[in-house]
């Protein structure tokens, strides 16, 4: 271990801010390429949808390992590994002459992000004092943030003014700058360990997240029948119980879910979940309604989204720093009070919603975001002894996997059928003004179950309290 008192952090974080910029910008960067994709490549909306779900599959699958191999690899073989296949698939997406070959890219690309996310976490954790790493986190937070806000703008004018391919060229060099700072910067910053690998929890974390992200993935396009849907997430449920069972058995879990036996983070973990349901899905509800009801077209409504996630994005690092200053419970339950009178802005939308009035609901849901989203998880992660760091990031992204999923399920469920009971009480189910009334009818129902998942993250947030972090007790115990 090195003597992290004297360690540059500066040139270290820069490392980490490029390389996470480019692995949460290519997270939103390819929705409005779908059109030009099925078009390129002669493929249905089916089968592109594919360049998404296998992507969050493979990152929700990969996350829970990533706490062991943090304990067999060193942080830069970490880093240079991930950021080196993230380049790799980044390349092969670009030059891919076949759709497979683009699925295939965009695979190793999902490997080296399932990779990155945890580790950055848990690198800031390691470098930065407790008193400092809200600023550090809020930082990290800015890029987090940004990246996805401005995805689908500048996705929309690279594919309308350049090809599709340009949305790889464009970042290859982003992630190359980023291999090239951290092998020149990043220090080895964990203990390799090299803990006994238990292949068989890998296998069950393997089938109980993938099989519970791709089933709820499927019921929100495919409906809650489906025999595929009910089967993948019955399975994966099954191998999730037989997972946890198993971590609590082992001396060296893949992951240690001991972690929950500190109460902040328990209750961090809950509130990330509940949360991040409503987060994800409102990313999916607001561009369904402003393409579907009001007929923007893509490029429109990501401008509409920008100045919001810009905001929000801008707010994170001044976040950071209110929270070193003055604990989670100052910020966090203010902004999920304001989270939630957003979400009740949100059920008043309509045929008739102006531009103006989109723009400041959504701002008014970033701001509520920004105050909570990063304090949160700092404050959970810093309850946690420093061995426990990278699980505790690990479950945190895991989460962040499984409650996307599971929320934009039940998002477009409720969705879906409010629109099916408003369109059965009108004389003309076929109109497309009543099915778009219908659709707006829907999304409002959407929102209101968004509302009550808000309340619920509130009150879940009013037992949150600021507690020292286990190396600063010793400190002051010393």
Known sequence: ????????????????????????????????????????????????????????????????????????????????????????????????????????????????????????????????????????????????????????????????????????????????????????????????????????????????????????????????????????????????????????????PVMDLRAFRYPVFALVAVLMFVLLMTFFSSAIMLPMFMQGVLMMTAFKSGLVLLPGGILNGLMAPISGKLFDKFGPRVLVIPGLAIAAVSLWLFTWFGETTTTGFLIAAHITLMVGIALVMMPVQTAGLNQLPRHLHPHGTAILNTLQQVSGAIGIALYISIMSGGQKQYLSNVSDPASSIEITKGLAAGINNAFWFGVIIALVALVLGLFLRKEKAPEQGQQEAE
């Open 1 to 252: 271990m090195i003597d992290l008192n004297n360690l540059k952090r500066g040139p270290i974080m820069m490392a980490l801010i490029v390389g996470m910029f480019v692995a949460a910008l290519n997270e939103t960067l390819m929705g409005n390429a779908f059109p030009e994709l099925m078009n390129s490549f002669d493929a249905s909306a089916t089968t592109v949808q594919w360049l998404t779900t296998a992507y969050l599959l493979v990152v929700g699958v990969l996350v829970p390992v990533t706490a062991v191999l943090q304990q067999w690899f060193t942080t830069r073989q970490m880093f240079l590994s991930a950021m080196s296949l993230f380049f790799a698939g980044t390349l092969i997406s670009a030059v891919s002459p076949a759709f497979g070959v683009l699925l295939t890219g965009r695979i190793i690309q999902a490997i080296g992000t399932g990779m990155l996310l945890p580790l950055i976490m848990n690198i800031i954790m390691t470098i930065y004092p407790p008193e400092k790493r809200g600023g550090a986190m809020g930082m990290l937070g800015l890029v987090v943030m940004f990246a996805p806000a401005i995805g689908p703008t500048l996705s929309g004018l690279i594919v309308d003014g350049l090809s599709w391919r340009w949305l790889f060229y464009l970042v290859l060099p982003f992630a190359l700058l980023s291999i090239i700072v951290g092998a020149a910067v990043l220090k080895n910053v964990s203990e390799v360990t090299k803990p006994r690998v238990d292949i068989l929890s890998i296998v069950l974390s393997t089938i109980g997240f993938g099989g519970i992200v791709y089933g709820f993935s499927s019921a929100g396009e495919q409906g809650w029948s489906q025999p595929l849907v009910i089967w993948t997430i019955a399975a994966g449920g099954v191998a999730l119980v037989l997972f946890i069972w198993r971590q609590l058995l082992l001396k060296e």
